[in-house]
T-cell receptor, first 117, second 115 residues
């Protein structure tokens, strides 16, 4: 397998503030990382695909200016929720594709629970 | 269109029972991949299996087995002799051959294994 970490694991912030979530591939290089959002008792929704050194590709309906994604290195992608509001409260999960691993699949981080007051 | 349907929202079994989680998919791709992931209460998704569309052989890994049938577009997952530690939400996912990066997840099946 492959290991992906996320930091922080949970965060509580006030409405209007920005929150940054980090996603790291610990034992492999990830040219492509993904950000998902999961509401309670629901499935994962892909928010964006993050490619190292280029702009992220956002899914339809996801606000680019609200959810800023930076993939500056082969092992780190960050998601910044700008001017967070209570409706942004959710479980955010990142994954990374490990193309040099068997199997070639997406490996998921442990998730970050965001609560906006 | 790509779609994954997990019709069973929640299943409860008693320990040592066998249980099958259903997954039905839709795709127009001739090459595609199917996956199962486990999400325990901690939240982290754990990879269980990947299957490509050209390999219809069933697979067994310990107490886990998977039945892939292209004729019915199904990729069902069976846990034999279930254990309390199997309690989790299980997701089936599909990715297309031309856009492997995009995963389409089913809605998940919550499995409760009672002692």
């Amino acid at each position: 397998g492959a290991v992906v970490s996320q930091h922080p694991s949970w965060v509580i912030c006030k409405s209007g503030t920005s929150v940054k979530i980090e996603c790291r591939s610990l034992d492999f290089q990830a040219t492509t990382m993904f950000w998902y959002r999961q509401f309670p008792k629901q499935s994962l929704m892909l928010m964006a695909t993050s490619n190292e050194g280029s702009k992220a590709t956002y899914e339809q309906g996801v606000e680019k200016d609200k959810f800023l994604i930076n993939h500056a290195s082969l092992t780190l992608s960050t998601l910044t929720v700008t001017s967070a509001h209570p409706e942004d409260s959710s479980f955010y999960i990142c994954s990374a594709r490990a193309i040099d691993r068997v199997p070639d699949t997406q490996y998921f981080g442990p998730g970050t629970r965001l609560t906006v007051l | 269109a790509q779609k994954v349907t997990q019709a069973q929202t929640e299943i409860s079994v008693v320990e040592k029972e066998d249980v099958t989680l259903d997954c039905v998919y839709e795709t127009r791709d001739t090459t595609y991949y199917l996956f199962w992931y486990k999400q325990p209460p901690s939240g982290e998704l754990v990879f269980l299996i990947r299957r490509n569309s050209f390999d219809e052989q069933n697979e067994i890994s310990g107490r886990y087995s998977w039945n892939f049938q292209k004729s019915t577009s199904s990729f069902n997952f069976t846990i034999t002799a279930s254990q309390v530690v199997d309690s989790a939400v299980y997701f089936c996912a599909l990715s297309g051959g031309y856009n492997f990066n995009k995963f389409y997840f089913g809605s998940g099946t919550k499995l409760n294994v009672k002692p």
